[in-house]
């Protein structure tokens, strides 16, 4: 299979998944425009179904399966954004989802799972025990496995938000950010922006506290992502071999963030925009408002993702 992804394989995936997603909205805040000195406008992904990104490339991923395939089923391991999405996806496909889920995983997560109609199957808390469960489910019930960012229709999925963002905004923008983790978001919107646009310049959004893609670019190889220490739980991933090749081709620069930027941006979209959005989402607020961001030159007009809007509240500690 190729690893690369072209804007033909992001409209392709328009295509596909158009009549199961939500055309999410393009918002805009007057207060965030003064405090970062440029027009935002934010690509509302919290609104997407099971509240993120996520469904997107799930969603394109197991539509796009053969019927012989598809009619084994398909499993992931997730706790977050990504087992919600393909237990969703696969409800609606009509076939089979089993999701690996860590001991200590969110109950709320898991609950939306269920409630999908998919069946959870619990392990270790690390990433050889999630890897090795679902090798034992795909070995015995010859399920289909649905990666939760590095594989090439689901970054094709995630892009499509990009191709909705450019379309909905009346003017040219000149740079979109992007929170990144494994980097499937990124990667994808990389691809349909730069492909429409090449002249818009794309940005990744990464907690300090995890900053493995930074490390990664600076360097030019992937660095692990080891003990990360952000309160954005859907950034701790590592980058993948498919994603990493195309945000090194796209991306300008990955800005980080601390933790209490991440958290004053987070109350800022809560309180001015009566937006619900996950620390993830926040992070990419928290560079738009950054001196580092600011004072670049040339950029009045800028996308922001807000990925995703999935918060523990009962965890939360602002």
Not at 26 to 49: N, P, Y
Not at 117 to 122: C, D, E, F, L, R
């Amino acid at each position: 299979m190729s690893k690369d992804v072209s804007l033909e394989d992001v409209k392709q995936a328009r295509e596909r998944i158009k009549k199961y997603t939500n055309l999410t909205p393009v918002l805009t805040c007057s207060t965030l425009d003064k405090l970062a000195g440029k027009k935002l406008f934010f690509k509302c992904e919290i609104f997407q179904k099971v509240g993120a990104f996520k469904f997107r490339g799930a969603c394109n991923a197991i539509m796009k399966l053969p019927d012989e395939i598809a009619a084994r089923g398909v499993v992931t391991h997730s706790s977050g954004n990504h087992a919600q999405a393909v237990a969703l996806a696969a409800k609606i496909r009509g076939i089979k989802a089993t999701i690996v889920m860590p001991e200590g995983a969110p109950l709320v997560k898991k609950k939306g799972v269920l409630d999908y109609g998919a069946s959870v199957v619990m392990c270790e808390n690390n990433a050889k025990s999630r890897e090795d469960t679902a090798k034992q489910i795909i070995d015995t019930t010859g399920s289909h496995f649905v990666p939760p960012y590095d594989d090439v229709d689901v970054i094709a999925g995630q892009g499509t938000l990009a191709l909705e963002l450019l379309e909905q905004v009346p003017e040219d923008l000149q740079a979109i950010i992007v929170p990144v983790g494994g980097g499937g978001m990124l990667s994808g919107v990389s691809v349909a922006a730069k492909g429409i646009n090449p002249s818009i310049r794309i940005y990744a959004a990464e907690p300090k506290g995890a900053d493995d893609a930074y490390q990664s670019m600076q360097l030019g190889k992937i660095v692990p992502q080891t003990n990360p220490q952000t309160c954005a739980d859907g950034l701790r991933t590592s980058l993948g071999e498919i994603t990493f090749p195309l945000i090194r081709k796209y991306v300008e620069r990955v800005i980080t963030v601390s933790e209490d930027e991440i958290k004053s941006a987070m109350r800022l979209v809560w309180e001015r925009m009566k937006l619900v959005i996950e620390p993830s989402a926040a992070v990419g607020v928290a560079v738009a408002l950054s001196s580092e961001f600011k004072a670049l030159e040339g950029i009045e007009r800028v996308g922001i993702v807000l990925c995703g809007g999935n918060l523990d509240l009962d965890q939360w500690k602002w």
